[in-house]
């Protein structure tokens, strides 16, 4: 069964750096979402992108991060200048249909020191 | 804003038997869809089972079923004849019907633990 592929699965990262977290969406899905999970903490959406546009983002999702669909099948969430509390698993997902059920990564744990 | 709540965060039961995890969520859309993801320690967030508001049938997925109460805003998760795999993180979650975006709003989790 096809799936969703995050790379790293762990990043670790100075602040003030930036990281780029890869995803590669199943390939015929059209939706890609972005979402954080704090440790202890609920999973959070921060950003949805379809037609290579953003069509929804959360209050997280400022301007330290953006999203990238470079080559028809990888999908990047970079953050400019990270913080401590950007320490999180991060979850790639992706979907065929608008109403269809998303479709998860593994995740990248990513820990800022 | 749509908000989605799983009150117990951890349950246990014994393999084989029955267990009920709930959910209550708020919204005040009319079209939706709520699921169950179950994430593994191997991290995966799988989906389990998804339920369409305007289907008044409770969904069933081999030992999973739900029963969906529309007006009670209840979406709870029973896993019958529990398997040690069955242990896992469980997050219900909610998608509203839209032309875009779409994204998932998701509870806090129940932690199931099936002991031997």
């Known amino acids: 069964e096809p799936e969703v592929t995050q790379t790293p699965s762990h990043q670790v990262t100075q602040m003030g750096q930036e990281v780029i977290l890869r995803c590669v969406p199943i390939?015929?899905?059209?939706?890609f979402y972005w979402y954080r999970q704090i440790l202890g903490q609920k999973v959070e959406f921060l950003v949805s992108f379809y037609n290579n546009e953003i069509s929804e983002k959360s209050e997280i999702f400022d301007d330290q991060f953006s999203v990238e669909r470079p080559d028809g099948s990888n999908f990047t969430l970079k953050i400019r200048s990270t913080k401590l509390e950007d320490s999180a698993m991060y979850f790639c997902?992706?979907?065929?249909?608008?109403?269809?059920?998303?479709?998860f990564g593994d995740g990248t744990r990513l820990s800022i020191l | 804003a749509q908000t989605v709540t799983q009150s117990q965060p951890e349950m246990s039961v014994q393999e084989a038997e029955t267990v009920t995890l709930s959910c209550t969520y708020d919204?005040?859309?009319?079209?939706?869809?709520l699921f169950w993801y179950k994430q593994p320690p191997s991290r995966q967030m799988i989906l389990v089972i998804r339920q369409e508001a305007y289907k008044q049938q409770n969904a069933t997925e081999n030992r999973f079923s739900v029963n969906f109460q529309k007006a009670a805003k209840s979406f709870s998760l029973k896993i019958s004849d529990s398997q040690l795999g069955d242990t896992a993180m469980y997050f219900c979650?909610?998608?509203?019907?839209?032309?875009?975006?779409?994204?998932?709003?998701f509870g806090e989790g129940t932690q199931l633990t099936v002991n031997p």
């Open positions: 919204t005040s859309e009319s079209n939706y869809y």
């Open positions: 390939s015929n899905h059209l939706y």
């Open positions: 997902a992706s979907k065929w249909g608008l109403n269809q059920p998303q479709h």
């Open positions: 979650a909610f998608m509203k019907q839209e032309t875009s975006g779409s994204r998932l709003t």
